[in-house]
Nanobody, 116 residues
Framework: QVQLVESGGGLVQPGGSLRLSCAASGFTFSSYAMNWYRQAPGKEREFVALIPSTGGRTIHRDSVKGRFTISRDNAKNTVYLQMNSLKPEDSAVYYC?????????WGQGTQVTVSS
């Protein structure tokens, strides 16, 4: 079965960095685009970044461009989100997602809190 397991979240001061990881299993990882989303308390879940199946041209939401970078290692079945220059408004639960056959699979999420 499809499994996505996020890790790497935590508490960080404004301006700090974190790297999130999402370990995937149960499907042919290298065949699918991968996504990161986030959801803050009381807000809708929102798209953060996407990476195609073979890497290449990535997409990031405007508010994280230049600060966040999505990447993947198909040999390790893992997708990453490098987050630099973190701001309090980046605080949220971060989820990875894969869409297969018009169905979205989600991980359990990892909490990121940016606070002094």
């Amino acid at each position: 079965q499809v499994q996505l397991v996020e890790s790497g979240g935590g508490l960080v001061q404004p301006g700090g960095s974190l790297r999130l990881s999402c370990a995937a299993s149960g499907f042919t990882f290298s065949s699918y685009a991968m996504n990161w989303y986030r959801q803050a308390p009381g807000k809708e879940r929102e798209f953060v970044a996407l990476i195609p199946s073979t890497g290449g041209r990535t997409i990031h939401r405007d508010s994280v461009k230049g600060r966040f970078t999505i990447s993947r290692d198909n040999a390790k079945n893992t997708v990453y989100l490098q987050m630099n220059s973190l701001k309090p408004e980046d605080s949220a639960v971060y989820y990875c997602k894969v869409r297969m056959y018009n169905y979205d699979y989600w991980g359990q999420g990892t909490q990121v809190t940016v606070s002094s």
